[in-house]
């Protein structure tokens, strides 16, 4: 008689931190804490029964079981069940492309948009800065047509977030995902909110590059694909070049230094500089700090803001959590 056995499901991973360690169950982008005899139990590649566990450690197992994350398969079946492939591939040099819309921006759009179609850019985000109209911002989407970009996600300021505009976007960019409306009054947020379209979102801030860089479990990314490029790659550069609003070309908008400007230098040969490359090559298990952190392939990485401006491998300064004690600091 074939004796049944009790494993993970393939898309589930653990990721083990200098204090605790999670459960990433990457299909249903959800993750799950566990104590040190939990950990112990579900890191092997199989196992028949528990024991001496606490009434809430067994409820626990039993749930994971309810969600499909513990399967229970006959043993000789268990080669049948691969280990999760964690190599990134990317058919795209560049996939994420951040310009600040300026007027000075709006001159080159052809070139920029025609070089980020060479590169096999998907994924646009759009800052609109406050000089821009409506009209060009329309015009310059419309450029977008016959590019190899699928999506478009905008920041538009609130003097131009009117419901009328908003649902132009969307009809005439069918690419656009998510519209942030910036700069919009704080005592009007939560009724601007509430009454909104779809897929648009009112915040506060100004879209100042000091905003990036923030890191809390808000911001986590649970999914396969983000997991497989953290562990090979950086996970907020790679594959991503920008233009400020003065024309400068970035790793990302927010960076204090740039590789030249829009005006003499192309996108293609940007990416070819050493210090571009090294960027985006930064992973998280490199990064001081991060490395011990059981968060880590799901975190972004923002290397604009380090704790050691003179250690490129620095924690992120706006990080509060201490992977040593699993707490959180206010």
Not at 57 to 68: C, S
Not at 132 to 147: H, P
Not at 273 to 280: G, L, R, S, T
Request: proline share 3%; net charge neutral; hydrophobic share 35%.
């Amino acid at each position: 008689m074939n004796s049944k056995v009790y494993m993970i499901a393939s898309n589930c991973v653990i990721v083990n931190g200098a204090k605790k360690s999670i459960l990433l169950d990457l299909q249903r982008e959800k993750y799950y804490e566990l104590t040190e005899v939990l950990t112990s139990i579900l890191s092997k590649k199989f196992f028949k029964s528990w024991d001496n566990l606490n009434n809430q450690e067994e409820e626990f197992l039993k749930f994971l079981i309810e969600e499909e994350v513990l399967v229970l398969i006959p043993e000789s079946t268990i080669e049948m069940f691969p280990t999760l492939d964690t190599s990134y591939h990317s058919s795209a040099s560049v996939s994420n492309f951040i310009i600040e819309l300026s007027l000075l921006n709006i001159e080159y759009s052809n070139r920029i948009l025609k070089d980020l179609n060479t590169l096999g850019c998907v994924h646009l985000e759009v800052r609109v800065c406050e000089d821009i109209s409506f009209i060009q911002l329309l015009d310059y989407l419309a450029l977008i047509k016959d590019t190899t970009i699928e999506i478009v996600d905008i920041f538009l300021p609130f003097i131009q977030g009117k419901i009328e505009n908003i649902e132009k976007l969307k009809v005439h960019a069918s690419e656009v995902r998510w519209i942030y409306i910036y700069s919009a009054p704080i005592k009007d947020l939560a009724t601007l909110n509430k009454k909104r379209i779809s897929n648009t979102l009112y915040i506060k801030q100004n879209i100042d590059a000091s905003l990036c860089g923030n890191i809390s479990p808000f911001y986590f990314s649970i999914n396969i694909a983000t997991f497989n490029e953290s562990k090979s790659y950086n996970s907020c550069l790679n594959c991503k070049i920008s233009v400020d609003r003065n024309g400068k070309i970035k790793n990302c908008p927010s960076m204090n230094f740039d590789y030249g400007s829009i005006e003499a230098d192309n996108l293609s040969k940007i990416i070819l500089n050493k210090k571009y490359i090294k960027y985006q090559s930064i992973k998280k298990d490199d990064i001081k700090v991060c490395k011990d952190c059981e968060y880590r392939y799901i975190c972004t990485d923002c290397r604009a803001f380090i704790e050691d401006p003179q250690d490129l491998k620095s924690k992120p300064l706006k990080c509060k959590y201490n992977p040593y004690t699993g707490v959180w600091e206010k």
